[in-house]
């Protein structure tokens, strides 16, 4: 089991940048693969982004393709998401997830695969 707690949220003009980091505890995080998803008020969660267990794979959402990356550090027990470029539609809450259904080398984009989550950071961008 994992526990997985999100820091760096916060409000931003559009046009700048916010890193997110997701701490990892209770179990060997190099074993999971990770993900980021975001919530924006009166929508359904959505994928953001993922990372597989030792960052040789990366995926990202159309909408933030070129502007977000993911990294992560499992010496550290962390993973993050740089945000550049933010856009007002940018705006919502960010969860970071972790499954260890999947093999060495695989992402997923699908919530269902992801056992943990974190309690969520949030993202508000201003015009």
């Known amino acids: 089991q994992v526990q997985l707690v999100e820091s760096g949220g916060g409000l931003v003009q559009a046009g700048g940048s916010l890193r997110l980091s997701c701490a990892a505890s209770g179990s060997t995080f190099s074993r999971y693969a990770m993900g980021w998803f975001r919530q924006a008020p009166g929508k359904q969660r959505e994928f953001v982004a993922a990372?597989?267990?030792?960052?040789?794979?990366?995926d990202y959402a159309d909408s933030v393709k070129g502007r977000f990356t993911i990294s992560r550090d499992n010496a550290k027990n962390t993973v993050y998401l740089q945000m550049n470029s933010l856009k007002p539609e940018d705006t919502a809450v960010y969860y970071c997830a972790a499954t260890n259904k999947l093999r060495p080398g695989m992402t997923s984009e699908k919530s269902y695969e992801y056992d943990y989550w974190g309690q969520g950071t949030q993202v508000t961008v201003s015009s």
């Open positions: 990372i597989s267990w030792s960052g040789i794979s990366t």
